[in-house]
């Protein structure tokens, strides 16, 4: 490729030379001349970059972290009792690097009602049917619980000899304390400011509208990260750089982790959408988010977030709504009135690549 480049560029500086050869002096040739090369400079310079990627903040912290090493999991355990810890130190500092990467204040502390929030967490989990359960048994080694997280969720990966074998999650015990419904609901809100219009979403039927269902899909979505990292589906978090251009699941969707293929033409306010900030007006914006949202690749509105969250959103939904046949409807609502409605987008047709990748993974095929 990077021949191919470097031939085309030196055909445009000769003919740029020739024709400025015929027509000026001697001195023009020279400007004619450097502007080939400037030009042949500046392409292979951008080539580069975008093969290389973009630089990896939490690579110097996964690679000293003990959570990342394998030998910290010798004799892990089959049940699930055995693998949820309440929070410790190496899990502490763990977060506090990654809370100070992310520009979070937040501190970690233990949480305060563990035993009863482990007995929800194993409950959870042994609900997965396979092929999920034994795919998380596999690649779940440990979960820590604890408060003031800095959000609902984080997840962490494992590498021996450089191989990513397996990752964590941490849990705050005291945000996860919201039903299916109502937890994705404020999730989604957590976008826009206050307004009049408001989004509601249903992920669970009112008898299944519980506490462990939001934990579980909670879950199911930081698993996706980790699989994201076993199965080699985008670059290693290990790498100091990180480029998506030679991985399946994001060609033609995304150029790298934060900016996608469609931002200056179809989706342009995609790249202002962030959950838990409260920055954008859902009255005044809507119509350029949800039937945007609807015609594009992406499954949900996280998952059009960056790169990352497009895999671990669609692994979910495909989880979610194809496997295990749940509902996933969003609507936008003024008052009782319903504006706009719109399902989860995991059967799109442009999405039959990604949806075959995830049921290879879940199938070992």
């Not at 590498?159 to 849990?171: A, R």
Request: proline letters at 4%; charged letters at 25%; a positive charge.
């Amino acid at each position: 490729m990077q021949r191919k480049i470097l031939s085309f560029h030196a055909q445009v500086w000769k003919i740029w030379c020739f024709m400025f050869f015929e027509r000026y002096s001697h001195s023009k040739l020279k400007m004619c001349r450097l502007f080939g090369v400037f030009i042949l400079a500046f392409s292979f310079s951008n080539h580069c970059k975008a093969q290389k990627g973009d630089p990896n903040p939490y690579a110097d912290l996964f690679a000293h972290s003990s959570l990342s090493k394998m030998e910290n999991y010798v004799g892990l355990g089959s049940d699930w009792g055995s693998r949820i810890y309440n929070l410790d130190t190496p899990a502490k500092d763990y977060v506090l690097g990654l809370n100070k990467i992310d520009g979070f204040d937040e501190s970690p502390v233990e949480a305060r009602n563990f035993p009863s929030f482990k007995k929800e967490v194993i409950k959870t989990l042994e609900a997965e049917p396979e092929p999920i359960q034994s795919l998380l048994k596999d690649k779940l080694f440990r979960i820590y619980v604890c408060e003031d997280l800095g959000g609902s969720a984080i997840s962490g990966f494992i590498q021996e000899n450089g191989n990513t074998k397996g990752g964590f999650v941490l849990l705050d015990a005291k945000v996860l304390d919201r039903k299916a419904n109502e937890w994705i609901t404020y999730k989604e809100n957590s976008i826009y400011t206050k307004g009049r219009l408001a989004v509601n979403v249903r992920i669970e039927p009112d008898e299944a509208n519980t506490k462990n269902n939001a934990l579980r899909y909670i879950l199911l979505h930081e698993f996706g990260h980790i699989l994201s990292g076993t199965q080699k589906i985008g670059p290693s978090f290990f790498d100091a750089f990180r480029s998506y251009l030679r991985f399946p699941f994001f060609s033609g969707i995304w150029k790298s982790e934060k900016i996608a293929s469609m931002d200056t033409s179809f989706f342009p306010i995609r790249s202002k959408i962030h959950f838990y900030s409260g920055s954008v007006s859902l009255d005044e914006e809507w119509e350029k988010i949800y039937p945007v949202l609807e015609k594009s690749p992406f499954p949900t509105l996280y998952s059009a977030t960056n790169a990352d969250d497009f895999f671990a959103e669609s692994f979910v939904s495909y989880v979610h709504v194809i496997l295990e046949k749940r509902p996933w409807v969003l609507e936008i609502k003024d008052g009782e009135k319903v504006l706009y409605q719109m399902e989860n987008g995991i059967t799109k047709p442009s999405l039959e690549k990604q949806r075959e990748i995830i049921r290879k993974i879940l199938f070992k095929l």
